[in-house]
């Protein structure tokens, strides 16, 4: 196809009844990926007040980890199907299934910056753990990244659960109902 880059290795072991559905999954994940490294960022400017410092460090090396790592190891899987990753950030807004919870107006109001990354990290497990059953048998190089990055999510969501108080907590609890 004219303008689509080459699949390469890689791509021939996928079942082809879900290539077109695994290539939307994964440009959606690689939208949320890209969405939540800016919201991590931009969390980390935000916060004040006690404790910010650590927490925005946190909030750094979650983004670093979101766009690094996840959203480059998700470009190449589709460039192995031979699709390309959105070009824009309007794109990535379009795509996201996720998107991102709203943040605070209260700068000092870290706890509702932390659940708010804490909504997007369900969001992103859920929708690792659809990837994986979509491709679990039909994709063995999907299923192992989305295996990959479920672990990885879930792991995000329990370390920002740790960063609550019991206060937190019960927010937290109010607001997933």
């Not at 400017?45 to 959203?71: N, R, V, Y």
């Not at 990354?117 to 929708?127: R, T």
Request: glycine share 6%; charged share 30%.
């Amino acid at each position: 196809m004219p303008g689509k880059p080459e699949p390469y290795e890689g791509h021939e072991i996928i079942d082809p009844s879900i290539r077109d559905e695994t290539v939307k999954a994964l440009l959606e994940a690689y939208a949320d990926e890209w969405i939540a490294g800016y919201y991590y960022m931009l969390t980390s400017t935000l916060i004040q007040g006690p404790q910010s410092e650590a927490i925005a460090k946190h909030f750094q090396e979650e983004a670093h980890e979101e766009i690094t790592k996840h959203a480059t190891a998700i470009a190449d899987r589709l460039q192995q199907l031979g699709a390309e990753p959105p070009k824009s950030f309007q794109e990535l807004w379009a795509l996201s299934p996720c998107k991102y919870p709203e943040l605070p107006d209260d700068p000092f109001d870290i706890e509702g910056f932390i659940i708010a990354a804490i909504k997007a990290e369900i969001c992103a497990i859920n929708q690792y753990k659809r990837l994986y059953q979509l491709t679990h048998g039909k994709d063995p190089v999907t299923e192992e990244l989305a295996e990959e990055l479920l672990v990885d999510e879930t792991r995000h969501r329990t370390e920002l659960v740790g960063l609550l108080s019991r206060e937190g907590l019960e927010r937290l609890k109010r607001e997933l109902g």
